[in-house]
Nanobody
Framework: QVQLVESGGGLVQAGGSLRLSCAAS????????RGWFRQAPGKEREFVAA????????YYADSVKGRFTISRDNAKNTVYLQMNSLKPEDTAVYYCAAGPMTTAQALPYTDWGQGTQVTVSS
């Protein structure tokens, strides 16, 4: 099992930036892939970005391509989501996930953080 703790959320104006962090502990060598998902009020959880163990493979939802960047520092067991040019529609709770494969599908991820709120005002 992997324990994940997200941080870095907050309130920002449209056009602004935030950087989310996801610190991992536990059996991180088993669940090496990391993903970010988000859930807005009244909507289903949706994929945002994913990154492989090496960082060599990254995937993004079309809605965030060119604005968000996922990265990781394995020495710190931490994954980051740099979010630029934020829009009100990016408002959601952002969740970090760990799993054995790098994918945009939520089901293969075995461990999830508690989430961090991101609110973008217009």
């Amino acid at each position: 099992q992997v324990q994940l703790v997200e941080s870095g959320g907050g309130l920002v104006q449209a056009g602004g930036s935030l950087r989310l962090s996801c610190a991992a502990s536990g059996r991180t060598f088993v669940s090496r892939a990391r993903g970010w998902f988000r859930q807005a009020p009244g909507k289903e959880r949706e994929f945002v970005a994913a990154i492989s163990w090496s960082g060599g493979s990254t995937y993004y939802a079309d809605s965030v391509k060119g604005r968000f960047t996922i990265s990781r520092d394995n020495a710190k067991n931490t994954v980051y989501l740099q979010m630029n040019s934020l829009k009100p529609e990016d408002t959601a709770v952002y969740y970090c996930a760990a799993g054995p494969m790098t994918t945009a599908q939520a089901l293969p991820y075995t461990d999830w953080g508690q989430g961090t709120q991101v609110t973008v005002s217009s």
